[in-house]
C-alpha cells in the first residue's frame, strides 16, 4: 500500500492530498485554464506557399482525441511564432494568468523561447500566489500526424493537476522548474543545466 506523509494511504487519499477534490461519491479535479500562445504546437503546412503557418489551435480535436475527461477552458490568447513573442506578449500571458480563477494553468507555446516566458511567469507568479502553471509545446507539427505535442499536452494536463503553485515546463516526458530548465539546441530535447 502507498505511504503518504508515513501513513498508509489510497491512491484517492493521495489525491486529495494534492487537491483533487471528492463530493458525493464522485471524485472531480479541479478546473484547468488552457492558454493558448501558437508555436510549432498549433502550425499546419500551407501547400500553396510552402511553408508553416497558423490557422486554428488543434487543442479541441487533441482533448477528444486522447480521451481527456477533466475539465478544462481553452482560450487563445495569440497564435504566434514564439521567436515573433515580445516582452508585451509576455506580460500579457502573466496578466492572464494573474486574472483568471483558476489556480491550474498549461500554457502552449513555441519551444524556442519557452524558457524565457516560464522565467517571465516565474517572477510574475511566485509560489504563494496559489497558481500551478505548466507551460508545453512541440517540436514537430501536430497536424504532422507524427507529434510529439499530444504526448507532451498529455504530460503537461497530468502534471499541472498534481504540482505544488509555481511554474513548470513539461517536455520530453519530463518536468522542470522555471529555473531549473534549458533547450539544449543540438538535440532538441529539454534537459537540467
Known sequence: M??????????FDALSAVGVASTGGYRHTVQIRIFVTGGTFD?????????????????????????????????TLMMIDSLDMTDA??????????????????ITHGTDTMVETATVLGAALPRDSGKTVVLTGAMIPYAFGSSDGLFNLGSALSFVQVLAPGVFIAMNDQCFSWDRVRKNRETGVFEFP
Open 43 to 75: 502550425k499546419e503546412y500551407n501547400e500553396l506557399s510552402g511553408t508553416l503557418a497558423f490557422k486554428d489551435t488543434h487543442l479541441p480535436e487533441m482533448l477528444r482525441l486522447g480521451r481527456c475527461r477533466i475539465e478544462v477552458s481553452i482560450h
Open 89 to 106: 506578449d509576455r506580460a500579457l500571458i502573466a496578466e492572464q494568468c494573474r486574472q483568471v480563477t483558476e489556480d491550474r494553468i498549461v
Open 2 to 11: 502507498p505511504v503518504l506523509g508515513g501513513q498508509p494511504a489510497d491512491v
